[in-house]
Structure formats: C-alpha cells, structure tokens
C-alpha cells in the first residue's frame, strides 16, 4: 500500500503543503472534472496483484498480431541462418529417420502394414511426429531463450513459445512436399480424406502448446527442464503408433496406449493421407485430451506468468 500524505511531505511546512495541494488541480473538461474541494489532504492508493484466474485478454492479443508475425518471422531467420541446406532439413529430418526405421523395422524386424508399403507409413507417421517434438522441444525453451525480452519489454508473453511453434509450422507443410512423389513412386491414389488433415494437424498443435507452454513456464524456475524434455520426446516415440501399426499392440495395452492424445492423432493422420478407414472414437479422444492439455497448459502458464521477469 503506498500512502500520500500532502501535511506530511518531507522537506516541507504547512504552507508548502497546502500549495502543493492547491496546485495539484486537475484541468477542468467536459470529460474529466475534479472538484477542488474532492482533493483532501491525504489518501491511498493500492497496489495489489490480482488473484486466482486471470483470464486471457483476446483484444490484447489481437492489438499485438503484427508482434507476432514478426517473432514468427524472426525464428524462422534463425532457424536457418547460416545453414548450406536450409529448408531442405525439413524434409530431411523425417525421411533419414524413415530410411533407418524402413531398414531396422521394416526388414528386418519385419514390422508391416498388411496393406501400405512400410516406407510410406513411417513417412507419413513421422511427418506429423517430428512437428510434435520439435515443437515441444523448441517452446519449452523459448522463454529462456528470449530472457532480454522478457524482462525489459512488456508484451504478452505467450507470443514466444507460440511464435517458436509457428516456424516449426513451416516445416510440416516443407515436408509435405515430399508426399506426393513418394505417393507416385508407390503408385498410392490421392484421396479425398486429404481435406481433413488440418483438423489433426490442429489436434497436434494443441497438444505441442499445450505442453509448450507448462514447460516454458517451468524452464524460466527450473533450468532442468531443458535437459528432461529430449529425453522423454526420444520415448514419446515409441510409445506413440509412429512406427508400428496399433494391430502390434496387445489389447490389453491399449487403453493406456489411447490415453496418450498423439495416438488418435498420428493414426488419424496417417488414414487421412492414406485413404484409409479413421477410427473416429479414438480420433475424438485424442482430439478431447489434446484440448484438454492446452487449456490445463495455458492456465499454469498464465498463474506463473507474473514472477517471470522477476526469476528469469
């Protein structure tokens, strides 16, 4: 609480007071006027954080849209500043995987669709797992990263972490360009159902900024966050249908298999650019937990948005 007392203001007698109080007259208008006999000789004003649920301010967000093209734009400079291959790393980062787990699984271990070639499985699994983990990979150490900004400049901070996923955005649809040649090459028909990815690609980004913004959040106190977060990405890809069909999975595993919300997404994915039939109860599962993991997300990011210039 901090507490003004004209009568009492240090270096001052009684007559220099009740100048200052004199003068300290707001300039009549038609839309502001203050009695002069409002202004007593003392008062308080309050300063207090607020408490509970603070709510997210749309207008806000909406006024600083230019901000964030900008912070969207600028990752996607970083990204690739100063690299020989550029964008192609887009495409190259899910076909190397697919080539390794097409000779490892696929061969060897014999692990098959009864009817998609494998490489166009894994291809199509990988797409869409690889935009999860970098995403997740990238937002949680995007407040971190951006610590100059946090601290000196006030903007809605969750602009960072969202923008960091944006350019990973750019990757996914770069990948996708690699889809219909192998489509070609393994002379798999074009579908219709090619309409619905963008609801699992919406489903996925959810998910990513859900689990983004908690753990950009908790990377601002706890700096381990940035270690921890490769590692459970590397088992979060075996335990997600990216590289074997749900058939492998023994039944009784699979509840605990569908509680993960990027099984219902990857699957789904994969039947949309496939053609092949979607199992709309798990894909509205995942597509509920995934909703679910954003707004439980955006709530502890908001309650620790507060301290955030103050520890990082």
């Known amino acids: 609480m901090l507490h003004y007392d004209f009568k009492s203001l240090p270096m001052t007698g009684p007559t220099q007071a009740t100048e200052l109080q004199e003068n300290l007259q707001v300039p009549s208008s038609p839309a502001c006027s203050i009695p002069k006999a409002d202004i007593s000789s003392s ?34 400079s970083i990204r690739y500043k ?14 190397i995987a697919m080539l390794i787990f097409t000779i490892f699984f696929g061969r060897v271990a014999g692990i098959r669709d009864s009817s998609i070639p494998y490489p166009l499985f894994a291809y199509s699994g990988l797409l869409l797992w690889t935009f999860f983990a970098n995403s997740v990979t990238a ?20 602009f960072i972490p ?30 219709a159902s090619m309409l619905l990815l963008p609801a699992f690609v919406l489903g996925t980004f959810l998910a990513a900024g859900g689990l983004g913004l908690f753990l950009s959040a908790l990377n601002v106190r706890f700096r381990d966050v940035k270690y921890v977060v490769p590692y459970f990405v590397q088992i979060g890809l075996f335990v997600s249908p990216v590289i074997y069909p749900l058939r492998y999975v023994p039944q009784r595993y699979r509840f605990f298999l569908d509680l993960n919300p990027m099984t219902g997404m990857i ?9 092949q039939p979607i199992e709309w109860s798990l894909a509205g599962i995942s597509f509920a937990l995934c909703t679910a993991l954003f707004v439980v997300g955006l709530f502890l990011f908001r309650r620790m948005e507060r301290r955030f210039a103050d520890i990082i």
């Open 267 to 275: 699957s789904g994915f994969r039947s949309c650019l496939l053609g």
């Open 139 to 158: 937002s949680s150490n995007s407040l971190v990263g951006n610590q100059v900004l946090v601290s000196k400049v006030y903007f809605p901070r969750l």
């Open 43 to 76: 008062f308080d004003l309050v300063l207090q954080p607020r408490s509970g649920w603070e709510g997210v301010d749309l207008t806000e967000l909406w006024r600083g849209r230019e901000l964030f093209s900008l912070l969207v734009w600028r990752d996607i």
């Open 162 to 191: 969202l923008a960091s996923m944006g350019a990973i955005l750019l990757d996914l649809c770069t990948g996708f360009l690699l889809v219909v040649p192998m489509l070609l090459v393994y002379k798999w028909p074009l579908s």
């Open 82 to 95: 100063q690299t020989l291959l550029g964008g192609l790393w887009a495409i190259l980062q899910p076909l």
